[in-house]
């Protein structure tokens, strides 16, 4: 576990009733019809993921607590969550999760359907907008190291156009058009 | 002698052209043929995943594509295009739907996404495709004495269904240099990269503890195969200097680089200067 500092307030466990009418009851298929998300509703709620997340302890929502707020329904909660954008995707939770449940991948597709609704911090748009303007994140700058090494001062065979292209089209193009 | 489409993604022809020059010196050592990619440029990292899912998937499958024309497997040396083109190519071989809306824009281009070529990365070909056996016959200047500390990498490892890759194989890569491998409490976790641009205190934090871990356990060096992984260990070091007064003073090499001064490189075929923390200890060691 990371070095972190114990956060102030009453334990996870003591948390505030559900607002049940406030539920989209519609979330859970939502997610499960989603990438990788066959196996959501297998959760049992053991909070193994939890445990063995290296930065839980500075999260207000666990991870099997985010889980579980999926098949309750608390879509504004999960969307608007700073957490989902903290998941480190170090596949940890997932690895060891015994009902097969892609935590990891759920975490994606949260974030898929926040992006949607523009809902995403702003360096993550600033790295979109790099890929649709660029192609890539990292371009060349220091050449002469290149060439100090025997290699080529331009990458070989870059194509940068095509990414564009493709990014244009899809969500990435919608998230950066409209975050201007 | 195996020939393979070498994909280098962005970071590591940015930032690491030491670990660019010297894997393909290593390559050539062991008559392994890496042929540049035509065509391609960034796999999107996580980071386009989280915020566009097939935009990710088709900048992806079509590198997988590409190298599909000519049937040879694509290597990589990054385990952020490692984990994303693995990943693709295990939700495209199972999902007929995204598979057939990925092939629809490829078409443009005259592509198309069969799944028939595997992405790898370059220190699981070193493993499975040249052999412990073979590597260690060219080995002329053992390491012995060493001790390192491996990073593996998150998406190296994880999620194993996906990335089909044992820690044991680095491992074994690195015992065959005659280095001893050190283990440490925290060999699992996360380096912080990824977080970086949401929380950079953290990000920073998880090397921090990842540093200490390793340091305690009695490492000499570290290796990583991954430039991002790479800017946290060694980079990170400069950082932590100056904002919290402590010294790690552990050189991080890529495993290249490792393997290299195995084989009897010197210290400038590998670019070992342009590592952040200075490796004279490493050498000081081989040379002394």
Redesign the interface.
Known sequence: M???EEPAGPPATLIDPIEMSKLDSKFREEIHS???AEELSACFACSTCTAAC??AN?WEYKPHQLIRMILLGMRDEVLSS?EI????????C??RCPQKV?V??IF??C??LA?KEGK??P??????KE?LEK???????ADW??E????EPD??????D??KD??K????GK?VDGGE | MPVYNLY?G??V???Y??Y??AM?KVAEVYDIQLE???????C????????????WL??NA?TLAIAEKNGHDIVTPCNGCFGSLKDVYH?LKH?AD?KKQVNA?LKK?GLEFKGTITPRHFVEILYTDIGIEELKKKITKPLDGVGIAIHYG??L????DVTEFRPEYLNELIEVTGASVVEYPLW???C?A??L???EN?GI??AR?KLKSMKESGAEFVTVVCPACGNQLDLQQLGLKESYGEEYGLPVLLYPQILGLALGMDEDEI?LG?NRVPADPIIDHLTG
């Open positions: 990371a070095e972190t989603m990438p990788n290296p930065i500075i700073n954008w903290l998941c480190l995707t170090c596949f940890q997932q690895e892609r990891t991948d994606f597709d974030k898929n992006a995403v911090p360096n993550i748009v600033g790295l979109g890929l192609g890539q994140l990292y371009t060349v700058t190291e290149r100090d090494m025997g290699l990458v070989p065979g870059l194509a940068v095509p990414v493709i990014l089209e899809t969500q990435t998230l | 280098m962005c970071s022809p940015a930032n052209p030491n660019e020059a393909i540049y990619m035509e065509g391609v440029a960034c999107g990292s996580p980071n386009l995943r989280a915020i566009d899912y097939l935009g088709t900048v079509r939700f999902d995204y824009t281009e998150c998406h490892l994880r999620p194993v699992k976790q996360c912080g990824t977080v641009p949401v929380d953290l934090r998880l503890d670019g342009m």
